[in-house]
């Protein structure tokens, strides 16, 4: 019998799209034994920008998190996105410090490392690759994570190839990424029958978006060319700019015969906890009905989920929303200057801060970010194509040129750590403290100082009660 299973995306990637990443771990803490017992394949917990907004916006520490999430689901496979050398940063970290992040990764729960550079460079794979290959145990899985998009560069053949480059490296299994939803049925067929032809038994997986109303056809034929997991939410977070829904999928592959290890009863229950949740977010506003519509025009503009309720919530603080119908024109005209680029993290913030400041100022490029600059010297990769030779010219100067290496084979070895133990001191009671520190420098020193605080302060209450 045909087997699909499914990754439920609720805990991190269903939630980022919906709400940037708003979502605190008491709000779901209740379900966690239950959806334990659902049969999923993994559930997307940790990574993308869960680290981030955390430390950032809800005051808690991620490590804990997640330690807190193993502890409720000890029978389900916990998957993380980790953005390789860029770990869960904005910028390409030492090898020393992405070799002990996988580490305290798998240590604190993590069973699924799902591996991927937002310019599909392979060389910013390896050390993430190694690592997870070094502290395995016997439920960790190596997914090797290809980032999607379409431009004149990117094919099918192409596709293919990077598949059987990362088998080569030595992943356990391949994922397509649509991050932007933008993956059509016909080039779903085409994608998964070329690459399960190439690299046989290798499981894939596909994840995909609701953004532009494709993701239900483009998964089932998906389904029909052989994938062997897919990415869901469950049914109330999900459509709009998250994933498909879990329930419905289940119900039309159940009627198929496929298999899928899913407990009815239990992914129903899921969803009745969770549909009181959402509707807090609706009510305070913080999920915005732009994030649940279908937007075909993502289609030209090619812009992820996470990517365009980020974007709302910035224009929203600047009180310029009255600007977001031209930024998103300027989108796809900035990632060409920058050689098509996928748009996914950290390139989607770039690519969309950009175009937004491009608007903002109402002159193209009068002011560029650091992080623009640094992709045009060469620091996240090589673009996918040539980039506009103007604007190469106007940051790296006449006749510059970008590096054309891994940036990393210029190594330094402990200097982020002492670092980082210099400016916390006591402040830092971990090495996961210490890597906090290292990835949300700022964010990370004020929640360590503040648990500080509050510790102190639940002292002197003791003291005064006693």
Known sequence: MKKVQFTETVLRDANQSLMATRLPY???????????????YSVECWGGATFDSCLRYLNEDPWERLRNIRRQMPNTRL????????????????????????????????????????????RNLGTALEATKKYATSRTIASGCISYTQSPVHTVDKYVEMCKELVRM??????????????????????????????GDIPVILHTHCTTGMAYMTLTKAIESGVDVIDTATSCFSNGTSQAATETLFYALQQYGIETDL???????????????????????????????????????????????????NLKDMNAMDKFDEA??????????????????????????QAVTNVLVGERYKNISNEVKNYFRGEYGIAPAPVDPALEEKILGEGGKPVDCR?????????????????LGELAESEEDLMSYI????????????????REKKVIYTIEEA
Not at 27 to 35: F, G, T
Not at 301 to 308: D, E, R
Not at 329 to 339: H, T
């Open 170 to 199: 030595g992943f356990d299994t391949l994922c397509l990424k649509d991050m932007a939803g933008t993956m059509s049925p016909f080039e779903a067929e085409h994608l998964i029958k070329g690459i399960k032809d190439a690299v």
């Open 439 to 454: 990835c949300f420098p700022a964010q990370a020193e004020k929640f360590l100082k503040d648990r500080k605080a509050e």
């Open 407 to 423: 940036i990393e084979d210029s190594k330094r070895t402990g200097e982020d750590f002492r670092n980082a133990k210099e400016a």
């Open 26 to 40: 008491a709000d779901y803490a209740e379900i966690l034994p239950v959806m334990d017992q659902a049969g999923y």
């Open 263 to 313: 407990n009815e009863k239990i992914i129903n229950q899921v969803n009745d906890f969770f549909k009181p949740v959402k509707q807090k977010y609706i009510d305070s506003g913080l999920i915005n009905p732009k994030s649940m519509a279908t937007d075909s025009q993502a289609l030209v503009y090619k812009v992820p989920g996470g990517m365009l309720s980020n974007m709302i919530a």
């Open 328 to 353: 998103l024109v300027e989108i796809p005209a900035v990632r060409k200057d920058l050689g098509y680029p996928p748009l996914v993290t950290p390139l989607s913030q770039m690519v969309g801060n």
């Open 79 to 122: 998957q993380m996105l980790l953005r390789g050398q860029n770990l869960l940063g904005y910028k390409h970290y030492h090898d020393d410090v992405v070799e002990k992040f996988v580490e305290l990764s798998i240590k604190n729960g993590i069973d699924i490392i799902r591996i991927f550079d937002a310019l599909n460079d392979f």
